[in-house]
Structure formats: C-alpha cells, structure tokens
C-alpha cells in the first residue's frame, strides 16, 4: 500500500534520493530540480526506501487517514517553517501538536496572547457606549433577542443607525441580552431605543425621558466621556467579548494564510502581529461592533486564495469555500463583498483546468452561496429593497452629511477623507473625538512607507525572472484586493460623508502581509525572516498598542 502523505506520495525511492535537501515547501518544481543537485547523495544513516514502508499514522486520532512513516512521524518542521525535511510529518493533527512546542505556530501564539491581553484591556478601559455606534449595535442585539428577526429600516427605523446591517453578528449577543439584563432588559430596550432616536436625528430630545442612559453634556476636563450610564446597564460590557473572538479568528487567519502565500512562517506572524497589534483594531475588538468580523471574512477569502496559490491551481473545493464565504459576507457586513469577489477572480484565474471544469466548480459555489443566503436574501428583498439591503443601507446614511456640505468634492477627499480615514484607521478612539498624540500617527506613517517600499522593490525585483514567480500573482492579489477595497470606499464617500478607517478593516489582512513582505525584503533581501528580526519588527507595534491604552485611552476615560 502506498502512503498517502505528502511526503512519501512521490515514492519512496524519490524521497530517500533528496534526503537532506532543503527546499522552499510550497516550491513542487524546486524540489523536482533538487533531485537532480549531484549533492542529495542518500546518506547511509539515513536508511534504505525499503525502511519507508507504510505504518499507521501514530497520532491515533480518527480524523487521520494517512498513513506514514513512524520514524517520520516523529520528525518535524524546522523553527522558521520555510525549508522542507523530507521526514517531516504531513499528518495535520501531529503538526500542530509538535509545532506548537516551539514550531511553526509559535510566534504566533506569543501574538495571539499579547493580542488577548490587550484587547481585553481595551475592553475594560473603554466605558459602555463610549464606542462608534455603539449604542445602536447593543439595541439590534436585544431587538434580535426579543423578536428573532433583524428589524425593519425605513422613515422609522426598528433600530435606528445600525439596524440597516446584516443580522449574524448580533444572533451571538442575542443569547445572552435577557439572561445578563434580567428584569431591566426591557427598560434597557426603550432607552437604548430613544438614544438610537436622538443621536442618528429622529427624534432629538427622546433621550431626555431616559433613566438608564444619558447624554454627559459638557465634557470635563480630561473625560471624554459622552455618556452618562446606570451601573444597572453594566452587564452589556460582556456582549464586547463576540467581538475579540472574532478578532482572534482574524489574526490566526491571517497568519495562515500569509504563511501558506509566502512560505515563511516569520512571514505570516509578521502579518498578524500588524494586524493585531494596529491600536484600532485592538479597540474595535473590544467594543459590540461587527467590524472584526468583517475582518475575519477577509481573512478567510486570502486564505482560499492563498491556498489555491500554495497548490499551483484551483480545485471544486476553493470555488464550494468562497460561495460559502460569499455567503457569510452577506451576512456579517457588506463591506466584505469586494473581499470575496477578489479572491474568486483570482482563484478563477489560477485554475489551470478546462473551462468545462470551472464552469462546473463555478456552478456550485454558486448554488452553495444562493442556498445558504436563501433565507437573508428572500427577507433583504421583501424588507429591505434588494437582495444585498441596499435600500435600508441607503435610508440610514439620511442623518449624515454629504460631501457638498464640507465645500464640495475636492475639498472633501483632500482635507477630511484622507486624513480621517488613514488616522482612524490607525487610533481614533471613541465617537472619533479622541485622537492619539502625533507620534503615534508618525511611527504608523513611516513603518508603512518602509513596508510599501520594500514591497514595491521586491515586487520589480521579481518581474525580471522570467518566466514570473508565483510571488508576482501573488502580490497581484494583495494589490487588487487593497484597491478594490479602497475603490469601493471611495465610491461610498462620494455619496455620503464617513470617512472611517474601520471601513477598511475586511482588507487589513492583505495590508498586512504587503507590509510584511516589504519589511522581510528590506532586512533580508530574498532571505528568510528570522524569529529574532520578527520580534524585533514587532515590538514597537506592541508597544504602540500598549502606549494607546495607558497613554490615551485610560487618561481620556479616567
């Protein structure tokens, strides 16, 4: 029988012929060029291709069918994750069990923990409502806990602001609105329901009958603070913990995917040490907002995609992914849509099969999609205006100013929409009334002209090998996916004034690994990067995360 690992699918006299050669792991064609070096002599200590033979995969689990080597089984991937050992484990189950003792998945877990840490710090420090919206994100939660259905947008909306969104986000919060509230769960409903009224313009003085929650009035020196809130409406601070698990789906998705994209795993932790250590998402991931969800989906569309580019084609199986998270965009934040549309143009292009075949995969991703988003779909079109929502979308943007209002269209983008979207994008935290110190916005500034340089160097860099690498389509990918995100940004701006970073937030991932990329080719220049530089280039990021919260966020909400 032959083993069904990746290792030993070539035969085993293939493998013992390149023992010992080191190659990029996502590189097939290295590796066939590698057993034709005169230097991957089989070592006599290395055994014979008769000592290959299959044996059960020792993890025991019945999730794994493969069978392998034992003696390979107990090897392992090297720290840096980028080279290949022909008597590496590709049992998926012993992977991560043996990586996570100092591997592959290393680095990130040291992310991941100061992420946690951090975000829960933010979600401490920030008071109730003292988030973007954030009122009438906990409204649509105890709307959907009440009544089991998203509301209704329109001259009078179920939830005002954010009722407009799409409803999976807040089904997780709903579970616990009544069970944390208790007997106040329904005056907290009216109250946030009269707020919601006051803020977005409905009714300006419904807040005025409100018990529970308040407007401060004039703010106090050194209190940024726009609400007054009844320590009885506390309990809500735990419907903000959605969010940071989303946020940490983000950030491992990231990393997978940045890793599987570039071969590196300094690579990939790189990535999500920006992303997760950027001081507006460590905010956002403490507050009820559906924005790090809508990251997640973007992470999930860079991972199918870069799966697709690990692999050299596309399978049934990416087109049946992406319908899928077509079908989750829809549901979480339109804002994700340009994320998945990217990514199925790009895993439609690297299918090297015959157009019968994609047509097929094509098919079913789109059956996929329609039948998982049936029943959102059928309610946007009845409730809604369309089958995306998009006339609820339109019917909550009337309390917002246009761009004529800021002097026209030019001076809109140059002297608000730029400025406002990159620097909060970066940290402006609470209503957006509370700015970093411009040295946060500078270091920002810089490690991205460092990181987009670099990226654009080694992007001419490779454009002279001929044939291209399969790093040119990559970066393609990750300069399409920014711009289509951007472009539609844009587009929304030129209809209504919201220039807000976390907008953008569905394309952090792929920002990510273009500043990531970029830095590697500028410390190293081809080579990996190492655990001690990734460490090095991180810190300041952790500690810029670390300065926003003592230096800003609890000084300004003392």
């Known amino acids: 029988m032959v083993p069904r690992c990746d290792v030993a699918r070539t035969g085993p006299a293939h493998v013992a012929a390149n023992a010992g050669v080191g ?31 299959p044996r059960p995969c020792p993890c025991a689990s019945v999730f794994c069918n493969l069978r392998h080597d034992a003696r390979a089984a107990r090897a392992a991937f090297d720290g840096a994750g980028n080279t290949y050992d022909p008597a590496a484990p590709r049992c998926r189950v012993l992977r991560v069990m043996g990586t996570l003792r100092g591997g592959s998945w290393f680095p990130v877990s040291v992310v991941l923990i100061g992420y946690v840490i951090l975000s829960a710090g933010y979600l401490w420090s920030t008071p109730l409502f003292e988030g973007p919206d954030e009122p009438s994100h906990l409204e649509y939660v105890g709307f959907v806990a009440e009544h089991g259905r998203p509301p209704l947008y329109g001259h009078s909306p179920e939830v005002p602001g954010e009722g407009m969104q799409p409803p999976l986000y807040y089904v997780a919060g709903a579970l616990f609105f009544d069970r944390l509230l208790g007997a106040n769960a329904g005056d907290a409903r009216d109250e946030l329901h009269r707020a919601g009224l006051s803020i977005y313009g409905y009714e300006t003085n419904a807040i005025l009958q409100n018990r529970l929650l308040r407007v401060a009035g004039a703010a106090r020196d050194g209190d940024a603070r726009q609400f007054v809130v009844d320590d009885r409406l506390s309990p809500l601070v735990h419907l903000r913990w959605p969010s940071l698990c989303f946020g940490v789906f983000a950030v491992v998705a990231t990393f997978m995917a940045a890793r599987l994209a570039t071969a590196d795993t300094n690579v990939g932790a790189l990535a999500a040490a920006i992303l997760a250590f950027n001081p507006q998402f460590l905010f956002l991931s403490g507050l009820v907002s559906n924005d790090t969800a809508a990251t997640s989906v973007g992470a999930i569309a860079f991972y199918i995609t870069a799966d697709a580019f690990h692999r050299r084609t596309s399978s049934r199986r990416h087109y049946v992914l992406l319908g899928l998270a077509a079908s989750a965009g829809l549901a979480v934040k339109l804002s994700t849509v ?61 309390h917002l100013a246009r761009p004529e209002a800021h002097g026209g269209l030019w001076v809109y983008f140059t002297e608000m929409y730029v400025p406002w979207t990159l620097g909060s994008y970066v940290a402006r935290f609470g209503w957006m009334n509370v700015d970093a110190p411009w040295g946060v916005y500078a270091f920002a500034l810089v490690f991205a002209l460092l990181g987009l340089s670099g990226f654009l160097g080694s992007w001419l860099a490779e454009t002279r090998v001929q044939p291209p690498t399969s790093g040119v389509r990559l970066r393609h990918y990750l300069v399409a996916a920014v711009v289509v995100n ?73």
Not at 23 to 44: C, E, G, I, L
């Open 23 to 53: 190659w990029p792991w996502s590189d097939f064609d290295a590796f066939r060029r590698a057993s034709q070096r005169p230097d991957a002599a089989v070592k006599p200590s290395q055994g014979s291709a008769g000592s290959l033979a």
């Open 338 to 398: 340009p994320m998945v549309a990217v990514a199925a143009v790009f895993v439609a292009l690297i299918d090297r099969r015959p157009i019968a075949g994609r047509l097929r995969s094509s098919l079913a991703a789109a059956f996929v999609a329609l039948l998982s988003s049936a029943p959102l779909l059928a309610w946007n079109v009845s409730h809604r205006g369309g089958p995306l929502g998009t006339g609820a979308l339109w019917d909550s943007t009337v």
């Open 486 to 558: 951007v472009s539609a940004h844009v587009w929304l701006n030129v209809h209504t004034a919201q220039p807000q970073g976390r907008h953008l937030f569905p394309a952090s991932p792929q920002i990510a690994t273009i500043l990531a990329l970029g830095i590697r080719w500028l410390m190293v220049r081809g080579g990996s990067l190492g655990s001690a530089l990734t460490v090095c280039v991180s810190l300041p990021l952790l500690l810029m995360g670390l300065y926003c919260l003592f230096g800003v966020i609890r000084v300004q909400y003392p």
